[in-house]
């Protein structure tokens, strides 16, 4: 529920007035009156309906100022219906009670988008509590730590992941050709890409090494590395599969805890839009790509290799 300033309220009981004196016109639906009744008696609306009001109020809009006299729709006699129907979704035309219900509303979706993040983690847990026997103390420690980056990268921004997050995947790669497997440059293996310097060493500046990077997930035409559209789909989920035999010792510290994100993240986000854009394209694929990150994620490598394999 979300409690109601005392301007939504004023607004309220006025339209309630006019509407009972007959001027509110044909157009308005009862249970628009008894909203604004429970409104006025109990001083707050439920979360539904501060977001419908937020909606209707932006739908509306166009129509006052498409009004044959805007400026006096608002005064006696001549109430327009439109008035009493603004009224009665709380605002008094002056834009306030408007201005209340588009704030509240943004939050309250802000707040469902952050607890769907915490479903999708707790379930995330849960899998790691179910594999906590399975698994010995180092493994169970990574996947911890892996889950808690995964999250924190999300959260990070301070917004929930938007759909903005998954538009342009859907040429995702899923049989590439030879020659787009050839001439891998370091964006295909990133962050486990190796840079070498003078002594052989890993160093930032130096030259890029094929033969020492790592998991390679995306064609050669590759240019931003986080973006899915490059993406190998084989070679993501060999990645998956080969991530706990790589020898990270090379690397700088925390290139293996990147890497983990990073795949994990190309797999959510194709996963997540395939499923929204086409629902019969190549299941099998699907499945298996969500079967291996939720393995990968349990630490289940010999599963994904089995598929693989099979
Ligand atoms: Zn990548």
Not at 266 to 274: M, Y
């Amino acid at each position: 529920m979300v409690k109601l300033p005392k301007y939504v309220q004023k607004a309220l009981r006025d339209g309630l007035e006019l509407h009972r004196a007959g001027l509110s016109g044909d157009g308005l639906v009862p249970k628009t009156v008894s909203d604004a009744e429970s409104g006025v008696q109990g001083g707050a609306w439920p979360d539904e309906k501060i977001k419908r009001a937020a909606a209707w109020f932006a739908r509306h809009k166009n129509d006052r100022m498409m009004m044959k006299n805007p400026d006096s729709w608002d005064k006696p006699p001549s109430y327009s219906p439109a008035y009493v129907a603004w009224l009665l979704w709380g605002d008094d035309g002056n834009g306030k009670g408007e201005e209340f219900m588009k704030k509240r509303s943004m939050e309250l979706k802000l707040k469902e988008g952050k607890m769907r993040i915490m479903h999708a983690m707790l379930k995330d847990l849960l899998d790691v509590i179910g594999m906590m026997d399975s698994v010995d103390m180092d493994t169970l420690k990574n996947i911890l730590m892996a889950t808690h980056d995964r999250y924190a990268s999300i959260a990070g921004d301070g917004e929930p992941e938007s759909d903005a997050d998954y538009v342009d995947v859907e040429d995702a790669v899923e049989e590439p050709t030879v020659y787009q497997r050839s001439n891998l440059p370091p964006a295909a293996f990133f962050p486990a890409s190796f840079f070498a310097g003078a002594d052989g060493n890993y160093d930032d500046e130096g030259e890029f090494r094929v033969s020492k990077s790592k998991l390679p997930h995306h064609i050669n035409d590759v240019e931003d590395p986080y973006g899915n559209e490059s993406v190998d789909i084989p070679r993501l989920r060999n990645a998956l599969a080969r991530f706990n035999q790589v020898d990270w010792s090379d690397f700088p510290d925390g290139t293996m805890e990147k890497t983990r994100v990073h795949l994990e993240r190309h797999a959510d986000g194709i996963l997540a839009s395939r499923a929204k854009e086409c629902a019969t394209c190549r299941e099998e694929d699907l499945n298996a790509l969500s079967e291996d990150i939720r393995d990968f994620r349990a630490g289940r490598f010999s599963d994904i290799i089995g598929r693989l394999n099979g």
